[in-house]
């Protein structure tokens, strides 16, 4: 027994002075009553929304933060009871939070089915108000009055539902042919000779 308690005591001395390999140890023994203590202490309702290693992670993370101002931990006990203490008032505040408190209680959540069967369910549309529409059209017709007629008549086209193919088809005999432009030479190489 005075081995196991020497033992214990180097471990947590280890730990103190920042060793990965005591912190990963004390992890190793002691992480799975710790998460099956919290999986007692965790309430039904809030196993949909939380896990017990959650709960194990957080309190990891208290302890290893705070691992400097640890009080004396004589025994593996000692520890235990500390760790349980940590994990009793974070899922005693969670339960508290998520059970008794307004803003994030769960009893007053509903699933979307019952809504929807009550009509209570009011899902947006998709689709733009008329308030929204109309504001649009209000903005596009003040800009087509400030672009030129024939970009005009492009997005009026667009607007209507017409593509730029279906424009090309239907103005291709009304366009004027311009013949391409000649290349221009380069003045270095306008004297090359063979």
Same mark, same amino acid.
């Given at each position: ?14 730990? @103190? ?6 912190? @990963? ?22 196993? /949909?929304?939380?896990? /017990? ?8 993370? /208290?302890?290893? *933060? ?8 004589? /025994? +593996? ?10 994990? *009793? ?6 339960? @508290? ?54 970009? @005009? ?24 042919? *311009?013949? +391409? ?5 380069? +003045?270095?190489?306008? *004297?090359?000779?063979?």
């Amino acid at each position: 027994m005075a081995d196991s308690i020497d033992d214990f005591r180097e471990l947590i001395r280890k730990v @103190r002075e920042g060793s990965e390999d005591a912190a @990963r140890e004390v992890v190793e023994r002691y992480g799975n009553a710790l998460r099956r203590a919290i999986r007692r202490r965790l309430d039904q309702r809030l196993r /949909s929304k939380f896990d /017990s290693v959650d709960f194990t992670q957080g309190v990891w993370n /208290s302890f290893f *933060h705070s691992v400097g101002d640890l009080v004396q931990l004589d /025994s +593996p006990q000692d520890l235990m009871n500390y760790l349980l203490g940590m994990a *009793h008032h974070k899922v005693s505040n969670e339960n @508290r939070r998520r059970l008794e408190y307004q803003e994030y209680n769960v009893n007053r959540e509903q699933s979307l089915e019952g809504l929807e069967e009550q009509h209570l369910l009011q899902i947006p549309s998709p689709d733009p108000s008329p308030v929204d529409v109309a504001i649009a059209h209000e903005r596009r017709d003040q800009l087509l009055e400030t672009v030129l007629p024939s970009c @005009r008549e492009i997005v009026q086209l667009k607007n209507g539902g017409t593509f730029l193919q279906e424009h090309r088809q239907q103005t291709q005999g009304q366009r004027t042919h *311009h013949p +391409p432009r000649p290349r221009q030479v380069a +003045p270095d190489r306008a *004297h090359v000779t063979p």
